[in-house]
């Protein structure tokens, strides 16, 4: 499976918690995420994370190319819903194309660990098909 990994500023902390305590999971798929949160993630857990630009610099241009072009499975994306100046023009974008491609989305942490525990279980191996 490939994973995309994006967190607004506020949230990139527990972004790391979160993949350093489902790392087990997270190492069987390809894992690819905005810099600077894919090199902290890598040096925290050992992953293999690719990097792309910051969300700043277009890393946000080029999650959405992957999610258009049908190369991410699943989306992590711990959004920051109480500072609406941390979301950016293109949030909406994101969510429009995940939807458009059926691609399962988790804005937080509780809907992450649910799509990390179906990953686990093979409940997400239609992605695959």
Request: aromatic content about 6%; charged content about 25%.
């Amino acid at each position: 499976m490939n994973i995309a990994l994006i967190a607004h500023e506020t949230k990139k902390e527990l972004m790391m918690q979160f993949c350093i305590a489902y790392c087990g999971v997270l190492s069987k798929h390809y894992i690819c995420a905005l810099e600077p949160v894919s090199k902290e993630i890598s040096d925290l857990t050992g992953l293999c994370v690719e990097g792309f630009l910051s969300y700043e610099d277009g890393g946000d241009q080029q999650i959405l190319s992957k999610i258009s072009c049908q190369e991410v499975d699943l989306l992590l994306f711990f959004r920051d819903g109480l500072n609406l100046k941390f979301g950016k023009p293109l949030d909406g974008d994101i969510l429009r194309l995940c939807d458009t491609h059926n691609i399962p989305i988790a804005t937080n942490t509780a809907t992450a660990e649910v799509l990390i525990r179906g990953l686990k279980r093979g409940d997400l191996d239609w992605r695959a098909s």
